[in-house]
């Protein structure tokens, strides 16, 4: 049985090919790896899509404390905000060139890096030990 976060990428990389081609881009979606301009401009684009789904995410919370006799936490849709949200985080991925065997092995490398600081009473941020992870 396939991998389930390999299904989410190969799933991902397929539905942005057919909506770049849907919507006339002119440009081919394996080919954004490879050109550091189409790279910097759709990092940019899923950047802000994953903002804007954040923002979406959030108004489905009772973050407005003058509205308190409203209980506006919709979990339901702060559940499709956050698949919303993984729909962009895995596209930036795959525009870096990051399949889902990358992911995992550099999750696990900063999951060890994250625990090692809490166990050290991590105070100052130190980002040498992220240069590490490959």
Known sequence: MKDLLTEIFDMQADLNRYTLEQNDQGIAYDDIPKDRAL??????????????????????????????????FDEQNLKVELV?????WVSACQVMGLSAEDVHRMYMQKNAINRKRQDSGYIEKDESDNRSIK
């Open 39 to 72: 790279q910097n401009q759709w990092i940019r684009n899923y950047s802000l899509a994953m903002t804007q789904e954040i923002s979406e995410m959030i108004d489905s919370t009772n973050w407005k404390w003058w509205r308190t006799k409203v209980d506006l």
């Open 84 to 88: 919303d949200i993984l729909h962009f």
